[in-house]
């Protein structure tokens, strides 16, 4: 896959540093801003870096399920086919906008064996194309949603000129907050978005928070064991202090559930105050030099061989 020219990166930097141990107190060799190519991933794996009717009247009966249940649920193959994810598509199959003809669909349990006559507000559903991943460096400011109330700009505001020619409908794997930068992650698979997304999936999420406040490696290491805020629950997070100049310091955080802003959370009740976050890895890929604005995507080979790895850890 083709990656942009490299340059001096963003301030902070975004690119991966090595694994092993080395630093004193860190289960990391000493490294900040700038850090060079990644080092071998869990399993001997590295983390290569990355270079988108409702019907009048009574409905009538959803369809007869074939009673070997053949096929897949309607929810799921909407969902493959890049129309939302399945989750989405149960709420658009409640407010009877799915059709399979002129019938209106009651169930998101309908089991089809193809998306053939099946219609979403009226136009027809095509097959699912052949499933596609794109990385965006997401900058500050931008909304992870298709459209604002307040009115605020959105990332598909930005990925109109990011993404390359023919990408078509994409969505978000996760999100990153309004004033959060870095890696994002699209798909046009919902299933594929659904899977990645899943804290029981068990895909890393890496990022780097700038934070002022006094903290020490040891009150960090204690993040692994997770911890409670506010009566809710965090899982574990492997975080590592990486530079400090005063009372300023950036720190890696590596974790598995992505609640609701947990990385900011999760600070601030250490007593931090956080200036800057970014995302700088999801699963085996980098944000690397990836410049701010700009989308690439994936090597299909590269998301297949992750998918595969991922097992039967489906959605």
Do not use: C
């Amino acid at each position: 896959m083709s990656r942009p020219p490299s340059k001096s990166g963003p301030p902070g930097g975004t690119t991966r540093g090595p694994r092993g141990p080395g630093r004193p107190g860190s289960r990391r060799s000493e490294g900040g801003p700038g850090r060079t190519a990644p080092g071998p991933r869990k399993g001997g794996t590295e983390r290569p870096p990355v270079s988108q009717f409702r019907s009048t009247g009574k409905p009538p009966a959803p369809p007869q399920q074939p009673k070997d249940r053949d096929g897949d649920r309607i929810a799921k193959l909407l969902a493959r086919a890049g129309i939302a994810s399945r989750r989405e598509v149960e709420r658009m199959i409640a407010e009877g906008r799915v059709k399979i003809g002129e019938e209106v669909v009651t169930t998101p349990a309908t089991v089809l064996t193809s998306l053939a006559g099946v219609s979403v507000d009226g136009v027809a559903v095509k097959a699912a194309e052949p499933t596609r991943l794109f990385a965006f460096h997401k900058p500050a400011g931008l909304i992870t949603a298709e459209r604002d109330p307040a009115g605020r700009p959105t990332i598909y505001t930005a990925l109109r000129n990011a993404l390359p020619a023919g990408a078509g409908r994409v969505m978000p794997v996760g999100r990153l907050d309004f004033s959060t930068e870095g890696l994002l992650l699209l798909t046009n698979d919902g299933g594929f978005k659904r899977q990645l997304e899943l804290p029981s999936t068990g895909v890393e999420r890496t990022y780097r928070a700038r934070a002022f406040g006094d903290i020490s490696q040891a009150r960090l290491e204690d993040l692994i064991e997770g911890i409670e805020i506010d009566g809710v629950r965090y899982g574990k997070i492997d975080a590592n202090l990486e530079r400090r100049t005063g009372r300023n310091q950036w720190i890696e955080m590596t974790l598995t559930e992505g609640k609701n802003r947990e990385v900011r959370r999760v600070l601030e009740h250490l007593g931090l105050e956080v200036s800057r976050l970014l995302r700088v890895g999801y699963g085996p890929f980098d944000l690397g030099d990836l410049p701010k604005g700009r989308a690439v995507e994936i090597e299909p080979k590269q998301v297949t061989r992750f998918r595969d790895s991922l097992g039967g850890k489906n959605a």
